[in-house]
């Protein structure tokens, strides 16, 4: 589990980055700090990376859901009112 | 997406495919899975039988309870007209997920969530159950 952004230890790194990506990143998150911003999108990348981890490993445990499965949680999911 | 007790323990003993496939969803919509803290306290026990929870909790995203959620979960509980301790863990749930925007809760109460949820104004929310 990665921990919270925040209260957390900072190292001082130097990264060389697309102009494009940090243009957008800027416009995105505009007024705020750049390492603010990347720091918030690296934290939801890993998040993302380690929830496709534990995807893995259940489907590894007990197998890939069926298409019917799909169907009844995708049914809930955008249910209307 | 957010999960309360049971949506933990679903995904923690890997025994339902309909929370695997909630899982495998999100991962292709870039949705992120959230903990509230608060449902660690209502779920684990805090010894040897927390293991294949705490397996699982290594790779999803625990967040806190604010003060600022706490209200806006009161505020739900009132709404819905629910009270006790497990109305107010499932009210801090739909308030985290309203915090995030909205989305799906994971849960075997699908009845008590969907109420919870239906409180919310500004954004939707929807049980999944497992």
Do not use: C
């Amino acid at each position: 589990m990665l921990a919270q952004a925040g209260a957390q230890e900072k190292e001082k790194v130097s990264l060389t980055l697309d102009k494009p990506l940090v243009d957008e990143i800027r416009a995105q998150f505009g007024g705020r700090a750049l390492s603010t911003s990347i720091n918030e999108l690296l934290y939801a990348a890993l998040a993302q990376k380690h929830l496709g981890e534990l995807v893995d490993e259940m489907e590894r445990e007990a197998g890939t859901p069926s298409p019917e499965a799909y169907d009844r949680v995708l049914a809930q999911w955008f249910a209307e009112d | 997406m957010v999960l309360d007790s049971e949506g933990l323990w679903a995904i923690a003993r890997n025994d339902s495919e309909d929370a695997r496939a909630v899982l495998a969803s999100s991962r292709e919509a870039g949705v992120p899975v959230l903990v509230p803290a608060v449902v660690l306290a209502e779920t684990l026990f805090g010894d040897n039988r927390d293991a294949r929870a705490n397996q699982a909790l290594k790779k999803l995203q625990v967040v806190p309870v604010s003060e600022s959620v706490a209200r806006v979960a009161a505020e739900l509980k009132r709404l819905a007209d629910m009270s006790g301790v497990a109305g107010t863990v499932d009210a801090l749930v739909v308030a985290i997920s309203a915090a995030a925007g909205g989305g799906v809760v994971l849960t075997a109460d699908a009845d008590d969530i969907g109420k919870l949820a239906g409180a919310v104004s500004d954004v939707r929310i929807r049980p999944v159950r497992v």
